[in-house]
């Protein structure tokens, strides 16, 4: 049953998921593919620490069309930080143990914005600052918008 089951991971992975599934529900563990499922639910935990890189990296690159392009403000660029802002919460929210995630990717999620923003704008990359000029709570307050 076991190799079965590992084959079926990579020949259909949605029939893996369900024999899987009921296999735990049952509760016949030793026939469980614990190997796979184990690396299932950490890939499950990698893709919502990407989520929330990606949803700072977005953040910032809003922060800092907001801060260095004050004549192409718009009702568009307010609207995207905010709602990251309140999605990286609810991240947070229901998965604390993320927010250490936060000061660790600042620096990579800053470079992403960067990146994103200069594409975006057309100005250059070393127009924006080397290093991330926002602290994390400048970055999460509702209220704060670069001047």
Known sequence: MMTRLAELYDRDFFEWTQCNAALLRAGRFEQADVEHIAEEIEDMGKSQRRELENRLERLL???????????????????????????????????????????????????????????ETGLPESAFPASCPFDLDQIFDQGFLPE
């Open 61 to 119: 690159q809003h922060l800092l069309k907001w801060r260095l392009q004050p004549e192409m403000r718009n009702q568009s660029w307010r609207s995207t930080i905010k709602v990251q802002r309140r999605e990286i919460g609810k991240l947070l929210a229901e998965m604390p143990s993320l927010k250490p995630a936060l000061a660790a990717g600042l620096r990579d999620a800053y470079e992403g914005g960067v990146a994103r923003a200069s594409a």
